[in-house]
């Protein structure tokens, strides 16, 4: 199906900045959706960035202004650009592919990344 690799985690004072990426490799024709997910410790699973096929895009509320999230269809990669952090945006972040579409023309399955830690020190 499809592979995802995380990297660009790590620690940051607040207002410092990161920049997550995610490659996608596997028997992969076409990438619908890729996304980012975080959580945060004693917490649920949240959505912070969507990006499709077409590069439009939705964030979570409280991440609009401070993230930016793009993809590069040649390389298979998403990216998260993350400014102005805040010790709130300290979680585990998850990459997630989503209506990707193989060589021989079937769709694979949703695919999460591994998972990198951010942490985000006051």
């Known amino acids: 199906q499809v592979q995802l690799v995380e990297s660009g985690g790590g620690l940051v004072q607040a207002g410092g900045s990161l920049r997550l990426s995610c490659a996608a490799s596997?028997?992969?024709?076409?990438?619908?959706?890729m996304g980012w997910y975080r959580q945060p410790p004693g917490k649920q699973r949240e959505l912070v960035a969507v990006i499709l096929s077409g590069g439009s895009t939705n964030y979570l509320n409280s991440v609009k202004g401070r993230f930016t999230i793009s993809r590069d269809n040649a390389k298979n990669t998403v990216y998260l650009q993350m400014n102005s952090l805040k010790p709130e945006d300290t979680a585990v972040y998850y990459c997630k592919v989503q209506g990707a579409r193989s060589w021989d023309g079937g769709y694979l399955r949703d695919s999460w990344g591994q998972g990198t830690q951010v942490t985000v020190s006051s």
């Open positions: 596997g028997n992969i024709f076409s990438i619908g959706t």
